[in-house]
């Protein structure tokens, strides 16, 4: 990795790619201080001290704090990140945008079109309800009509900027733009879970012990990284043969390749959605001032809250946990269902003359895809569920209650990975373009010479 990038600022154009994407970052964590006009933003502070849930942790790590701080940056991508997600969901069922999404680049860019209106939509939605339902509890130093548009038109403003950001970075830096948005995010977050754990672990206990303690929080986060690694990089290849065609003096196909399919088909989003779902209601009864007590409804809040999960005192709310698995395996194969069609494969893989070695073609190859899907992706939900039960054994056991878990390393790495491929692809697109221009040069001057 680090010899990747030491190779690529030799080179003018990735140098000043990186630089535009540094420059970028910095603006972004400047924005993401700069308070929101007419907000007391000890207010949301006080209101996050006294709430408890794995989603708060949600929202402090993929705004970076710019949420519990209330800065223009409060609403940070997550509007874009759903409707990215919700555009993804409809073009399976609706055909119009679906014929786009197979219309090439023009489909693409209209979809992508609609996808940024969709979330300044979700954007101003989102803004109205934290500026009205917070407003009148005390997030707004004087709460009137005209401070109201401020903040809404203030956070619609952030996002949408935000979301321009990240494009930017696409076309101009280097990676996926809104994925490095939500990285730098969660990294500078992670500083200050490290001080958390220090405090905890280390601080005030004698020397052995406190280096003891540090080795074993190092080595966990270690095994955890490493695990991410290697459940981000492994893939099923599915070999493919192509027949050969003889038309005239010249023989066309015979050659082999692989279907690659990735351990963790769905990335991250199993886990977003299982941990949405298991929250939203604790979220919802928090906003309502309810959830305490002894009552039913108070206990099962209580089974879904992520931080009574692995209780050695209180077992019974583990329940919870067994279910956020179950949703988790769900929406692993539910995501792939509607990104990965072994039908479409072997239909496109039967026009082209491929077939599967030992498998006809057709149903058989249909029923083999499925198959072998659904193996890797049962491979791939058990590792996203281990590396999500990981941070809840310890903060249950041990209360060790950082915003840097599972999720957000899934996606520190993941976007670490991807970024590093797409330098080293441009490296070698630049390596290919040069030795042909050297080699055009040459021949020119040599047939001047001759």
Not at 88 to 114: C, F, S, V, Y
Not at 171 to 189: D, Q, T
Not at 345 to 370: C, D, H
Request: net charge positive.
């Amino acid at each position: 990795m680090f010899e990747t990038v030491r190779r690529a600022f030799r080179m003018e154009e990735i140098r000043k790619r990186l630089f535009y994407t540094l420059m970028m970052l910095v603006v972004i964590r400047l924005g993401s201080e700069l308070p929101t006009p007419g907000v007391d933003p000890t207010y949301i502070k006080n209101f996050f001290a006294n709430q408890t849930g794995d989603i708060f942790n949600f929202f402090d790590a993929f705004t970076g704090g710019s949420f519990t701080a209330m800065s223009v940056f409060a609403l940070s991508i997550t509007p874009y990140i759903t409707s990215s997600i919700i555009i993804q969901l409809l073009t399976i069922a609706i055909p119009k945008l679906e014929d786009m999404q197979k219309d090439g680049e023009d489909g693409r860019k209209k979809i992508a079109a609609i996808t940024r209106y969709v979330t300044v939509a979700l954007a101003l939605i989102e803004s109205i309800a934290m500026a009205v339902g917070f407003g009148r509890q005390g997030l707004l130093v004087e709460y009137g009509f005209v401070n109201v548009a401020i903040v809404v038109c203030t956070l619609t403003a952030g996002s949408a900027f935000l979301m321009w950001i990240g494009e930017r970075i696409t076309e101009k830096g280097v990676g996926n733009g809104i994925s490095i948005v939500l990285l730098i995010n969660i990294i500078s977050r992670v500083p200050n879970d490290f001080v958390v754990l220090y405090n905890q672990f280390v601080k005030g206990k004698t020397l052995a012990k406190g280096i003891l303690s540090a080795l074993i929080v190092l080595a966990v986060i270690l095994v955890v990284v490493v695990f991410v690694i290697i459940l981000q990089g492994g893939e099923r290849r599915i070999a493919v043969q192509y027949s050969k065609k003889i038309q005239g003096r010249k023989t066309y196909g015979g050659q082999s390749t692989h279907i690659p399919l990735k351990v963790n088909t769905a990335g991250v989003i199993p886990v977003i959605f299982a941990s949405s779902l298991m929250q939203f209601p604790i979220l919802i009864a928090s906003f309502l001032g309810k959830g305490e007590g002894t009552g039913i409804g108070s206990q099962i809040l209580k089974a879904m809250n992520s931080n009574n999960w692995c209780n050695p005192d209180n077992l019974v709310y583990s329940i919870g946990l067994l279910v956020y698995i179950a949703l988790t395996i769900f929406f692993a194969y539910f995501y792939t269902s509607i990104t990965f069609n072994p039908l479409e494969i072997a239909n496109n893989m039967k026009k082209s003359g491929g077939f599967i070695p030992g498998i006809r073609p057709g149903k058989p190859t249909v029923e083999y895809l499925q198959k072998i899907l659904n193996y890797v992706i049962f491979i791939g939900a058990c590792g996203l569920v281990i590396v999500q039960v990981i941070p809840f054994f310890f903060n249950g056991v041990f209360n060790a209650n950082v915003s840097f878990g599972g999720t957000s390393l899934i996606i520190i790495i993941g976007v670490v990975l991807e970024t590093i491929k797409q330098i080293e692809s441009r490296m070698l697109v630049r390596n290919y373009t040069g030795f042909l221009n050297s080699k055009g040069s040459s021949k020119k001057n040599g047939f001047l010479g001759y």
